[in-house]
Nanobody, 125 residues
Framework: QVQLVESGGGSVQAGGSLRLSCAASGRTFSSYVVGWFRQAPGRERESVTCINWSGGRTYYADSVKGRFTISRDNAKNTVYLQMNSLKPEDTAVYYC??????????????????WGQGTQVTVSS
């Protein structure tokens, strides 16, 4: 079982930037697909971005394309989410989650089995 801890959330004004980190422990991190998901108040949790084990394949939701960048450092057991040009609609709790690479590529929320506790991102206008 892998344990995940998100960090880096906070409050910023529209147009600002934040970098989230997802640190993993417990299992070989490089054997996982990692995703970032978010949940805004009153809304369902949604997929934001995913990255495969090597970093060679990524997915971005249309709402964040060109603004967010996912990357990973397997040596540090950490995945990063660089968020630029933030908008008020990006306000949400952001979660990272993993899916065993053996199961194949997926970006669907239901296909990810281990979740962190989340980190709050608040963007003011």
């Amino acid at each position: 079982q892998v344990q995940l801890v998100e960090s880096g959330g906070g409050s910023v004004q529209a147009g600002g930037s934040l970098r989230l980190s997802c640190a993993a422990s417990g299992r070989t991190f490089s054997s996982y697909v990692v995703g970032w998901f978010r949940q805004a108040p009153g809304r369902e949790r949604e997929s934001v971005t995913c990255i495969n084990w090597s970093g060679g394949r990524t997915y971005y939701a249309d709402s964040v394309k060109g603004r967010f960048t996912i990357s990973r450092d397997n040596a540090k057991n950490t995945v990063y989410l660089q968020m630029n040009s933030l908008k008020p609609e990006d306000t949400a709790v952001y979660y990272c989650a993993v899916r065993s690479a053996i199961l194949g590529w997926s970006t669907a929320l239901a296909d990810f089995g281990s979740w962190g506790q989340g980190t709050q991102v608040t963007v003011s206008s």
